[in-house]
């Protein structure tokens, strides 16, 4: 037993380094590709094109190699042709309509910003092909498809939804923060977010409902911006007027404020009360 929870760490292990190592690598030719090409809004948009194939690329190549050699297993919660159902579409929507109406609890307003098209373009494409597609994809593989079942096979369900969603948390301090209540905030409502995903990736059977959960969240939020400051490569935002890091988030954004994760909460139970009365089975 105890050799097989070694075994299951130690992947756990390898498939983290993974996820940094192919978004480090991505982000290091971003700069060499920024740095050698000059500034031109279609090469611009095919560099971020390129960079989500490269990325996906690196990852799928090192992950086929550890299942195969080393941990020697499929995750049937992963696979590669996409899975869509009209329940997945449950959270994103409830998500959407519950962010943007949880912009209007704290006091703030929207500005414009006089961008430039080219920025807003290339704002755009970043948003699209590392934001929405890359980075939720690879993180579902990671953290819903894997740990959670890793998780799950050795101890229970229930422990690999929570233990997932905290390490979840822990790996979006890789972005930065401020100072230690940030930083908590940060861990604490990727926690939340993250075991929202891996209830619905459990309950589904299939990290396809979390990815596009995780998609939509990452798209509404940098498509309709919330923040202290002005976003100088997008054309509006809504700025927030209240500086008090609980409602704000802090420097980690409004996605880390206590009411963020209130709409996580009601998102998930909006999710499990659509599933209870589809399936009518106890969870």
């Not at 194939?53 to 195969?68: P, Q």
């Not at 990671?142 to 369900?157: C, E, P």
């Not at 704000?248 to 880390?256: A, K, L, N, R, V």
Request: charged fraction near 10%.
């Amino acid at each position: 037993m105890i050799k097989k929870d070694v075994k299951a760490t130690y992947f756990i292990i390898l498939i983290l380094i993974n996820l940094i190592f192919s978004e480090l690598v991505s982000q290091i030719i971003l700069g060499m590709f920024s740095k050698i090409i000059t500034s031109n809004i279609v090469l611009d948009i095919i560099k971020y094109i390129i960079l989500s194939i490269l990325s996906i690329s690196i990852y799928a190549f090192i992950y086929k190699y550890i299942c195969k050699y080393i941990y020697k297993t499929k995750f049937k919660m992963i696979s590669i042709k996409p899975k869509f159902k009209l329940i997945y579409l449950i959270a994103p929507m409830v998500l959407i309509i519950l962010t943007l109406l949880s912009y209007f609890t704290i006091n703030g307003k929207f500005i414009t910003n006089n961008s430039n098209i080219n920025d807003i373009i290339l704002n755009l494409s970043s948003t699209i092909f590392m934001g929405t597609i890359t980075a939720p994809l690879l993180e579902e593989v990671t953290f819903r498809g894997v740990i959670l079942n890793i998780i799950g096979k050795n101890s229970n369900y229930k422990l690999g939804i929570i233990l997932s969603g905290f390490l979840f948390g822990i790996m979006h301090l890789l972005n930065g923060v401020n100072n230690l209540n940030d930083g908590i905030l940060l861990v604490l409502s990727g926690t939340i977010m993250g075991s929202l995903l891996g209830l619905i990736a459990y309950l589904t059977k299939t990290i396809w409902s979390s990815f596009y959960l995780h998609a939509t969240f990452n798209l509404i939020t940098s498509l309709v911006p919330i923040s202290l400051s002005k976003i100088n490569n997008w054309p509006f935002v809504y700025k927030m007027l209240n500086n008090n890091n609980l409602l704000s988030g802090g420097s980690s954004g409004f996605q880390s404020s206590i009411i963020s994760m209130f709409v996580y909460v009601l998102t998930g139970i909006a999710f499990i009360i659509v599933y209870k009365h589809q399936n009518k089975n106890k969870i």
